[in-house]
């Protein structure tokens, strides 16, 4: 695959869902070879962190980049989806915070911000991701299989017990029309009756009807966007969770009731079976 970046620099605003705070990214060209950068612009040093998966770190519902103690990068999973999507593999992002806005709680805000300013492919190529082997991880229910393919799909299998939701699944194979068509548009979703308990911890500061879904025991808070959107914005989330390898990937993902924390390990133990440290 041919290594690609954007043609112009853009600077867009938003809320993290989590901190309720607004931050300010400014995400730039890069030249080949340059990989996904972030630059936490509030911090005087040691600012700098690289999309790859020795920077992966477990965060609570969200996904997680952090190159040592006091610089991070948290709820990248949307942006990172659109990057997949598009086989964006050199850029540059300065945030004047920690978590990336949530715009509307899917990737169709970084979609259409991309879409704008155009992609350009670069002269050097970028190896996929390929094993000749099975790869498992699991924790509690949740559960995630790579096998050997020549494609990037994803087999998503959720069953939260709740009656809304109910049991559901798809499968998806990756591409950007897919992406666009399929999952783009799936919303980041949670449920009413833990609400409080996420305030307490600090999270869903930022959250409103506006940028996530909320479940309650016999409704939704809006219409639906698609009659599967719960586990389209999994597939989406896994996605961007495994793009934090840093470059593409082919392999067939089985997923049941996986969390941003197991996407995370996945990756890793992917990394690792590819030797890419």
Known sequence: ??????????????????????VSATVSPAPEDSGILFTRLDLISNNKIIVKPENIRSF??????????????????HFMAALSAFGITNLTIDMT???????????????????????????KQIAAIV??????????????VYLPADNFEISYFVDYGDPMIGKQQYSY?????????????????????DVEAMWSRGLALGGSFDNALVVYEDHYSSELRYPDEPVKHKILD????????????????????????????????????????
């Open 1 to 22: 695959m041919v290594q690609k970046t954007i043609t112009k620099a853009f600077t867009f605003t938003g809320i993290g869902i989590h901190s309720g705070k607004e």
């Open 97 to 123: 915070g920690e978590e990336m806005p949530i715009l509307d709680g899917s990737a169709s805000g970084y979609i259409d911000l991309f879409d704008k300013v155009g992609i350009v492919s670069q002269t």
């Open 238 to 277: 896994l996605v961007g969770d495994l793009y934090l390898l840093g470059r593409p990937m082919n392999g067939h993902i089985i997923a049941i009731k996986s969390s941003h924390a197991l996407n995370g390990k996945f990756a890793q133990c992917i990394s690792d079976a590819y030797n890419l440290n």
């Open 173 to 193: 194979c990756h591409s950007k029309d897919a992406f666009m068509r399929e999952i783009m548009n799936a919303r980041t979703f949670g449920f009413f009756k």
């Open 131 to 144: 094993l000749d082997r099975e790869v498992w991880v699991t924790h509690n229910d949740g559960h995630l």
């Open 60 to 77: 609570y519902l969200g996904s997680c980049l952090a190159a040592n103690n006091e610089a991070r990068i948290i709820t990248l999973e």
